[in-house]
Nanobody, 124 residues
């Protein structure tokens, strides 16, 4: 599966942004989908994940209550709604797909396919 992330940009603190990740191929619904981010000089970190049917989600503590992950299997797209953004949310955001992993898997190693990343910059 190939993943294409979009929606990044410059946003003021407290604002909102919606990321999208479009997948190619017909087997999108077979994959757990996740969002990760990587800030300059830091390791890639887990942000959120959603199970195959879209009924289960899991979030990093740092974004819980502010970010919402969702998916539309008919459109083969996963979304990350980012509300009340903070300067510390600044990073390149990556979507990823896992064929066997659970949406509770926080490790990047659990994911098989990655998008190219989209930059989110939050100004204070």
């Amino acid at each position: 599966v190939q993943l294409q992330a979009s929606g990044g940009g410059l946003v003021q603190a407290g604002g909102t942004l919606r990321l999208a990740c479009a997948a190619s191929g017909r087997s999108f619904s077979y994959y757990t989908m996740g969002w990760f981010r990587q800030a300059p000089g830091k390791e890639r970190e887990f942000v959120a994940a959603i199970n195959r049917s879209g009924t289960g989600t899991y979030y990093a503590d740092s974004v819980k209550g502010r970010f919402t992950i969702s998916r539309d299997n008919a459109k083969r797209t996963v979304y990350l709604q980012m509300n009340s953004v903070k300067p510390e949310d600044t990073a390149v955001y990556y979507c990823a797909a896992s064929f066997v992993g659970s949406h509770y898997d926080r490790s990047p190693e659990a994911y098989d396919y990655w998008g190219q990343g989209t930059l989110v910059t939050v100004s204070s």
